[in-house]
């Protein structure tokens, strides 16, 4: 006789964390994330249902499938998948999970989820992202980003934090180095690679909108090397003909 775990009926919605790294669509219009592991290959919003990979047209969490979205009980442990190399862009995600689901030791594979909170780590320089920023690589209709500083962002198509937490809505909330971003104002992205930041998101505090200015005066500074060059290289090619 095979014993079966007695059924769990929990007042709230058990919390979980896991890591996946943000993208931005084609357009530029939507935000969302896509996983380091078995789902990688379809992107999910903030509030979403899970999908089988395989095409499979059950429900899941199948229990004779690997189906459904997973995470783990531990904050901890999901912060040591970051120490991966493929994974040190990724953001820390805490979720909430939704419908149904199956517990194992180390965390759930289930239905439904919706994204609480997204933690972005360090701009591949060290420093503390103002923006994440196309990271060069991505999914069919989706670029994948990476945080990135005011000094590394230069013309590469971004979204500010608090832009990122207004696309995904839901009431995400992003945070950089432990300072929370609320979700609102207008998206400073074109999704073109133009210039972020060029309308200012509304019902911002001084952090955020001082991140705005930093963004918009590194592509400035970019875009004045850039001219700078242009310059200096005509005048060689006018001097030697």
Do not use: N
């Not at 229990?63 to 459904?68: A, E, F, S, T, Y």
């Amino acid at each position: 006789m095979r014993l079966r775990l007695p059924a769990e009926r929990p007042t709230e919605p058990p919390t979980g964390y896991k890591i996946a790294h943000p993208v931005l669509s084609q357009d530029g219009t939507r935000v969302g994330f896509t996983g380091v592991s078995l789902g990688g290959a379809l992107p999910y919003g903030v509030l979403d249902d899970a999908a089988c990979v395989y095409g499979r047209r059950h429900r899941p969490p199948a229990r004779l499938c690997d189906c459904g979205f997973h995470c783990v009980h531990e904050r901890s442990a999901a912060e040591a998948l970051l120490c991966v190399a493929e994974h040190r862009a990724a953001m820390l995600l805490e979720v909430s999970v939704l419908g149904a689901y199956i517990r194992f030791e180390r965390g759930f594979r289930y239905a439904r989820q919706r994204v609480r909170t997204a933690a972005v780590g360090p701009c591949a320089c060290g420093a503390r992202p103002v923006a994440l920023a196309d990271a060069g690589w991505g999914r069919p209709g989706w670029r994948a980003l990476a945080p990135a500083c005011a000094g590394c962002v230069r013309a590469r198509t971004s979204v500010p934090l608090a832009g990122f937490a207004r696309l995904a809505g839901a009431g995400l909330r992003v945070s950089a180095d432990g300072t929370g971003v609320p979700p609102g104002g207008r998206v400073a992205a074109d999704g073109r690679g133009g210039p972020a930041g060029a309308r200012v998101p509304e019902g911002l505090g001084v952090p955020e909108l001082v991140a705005e200015a930093a963004l918009l005066q590194a592509r400035l500074d970019w875009f004045q090397t850039q001219l700078a060059r242009l310059g200096d290289r005509g005048t060689e090619e006018g001097a030697g003909s």
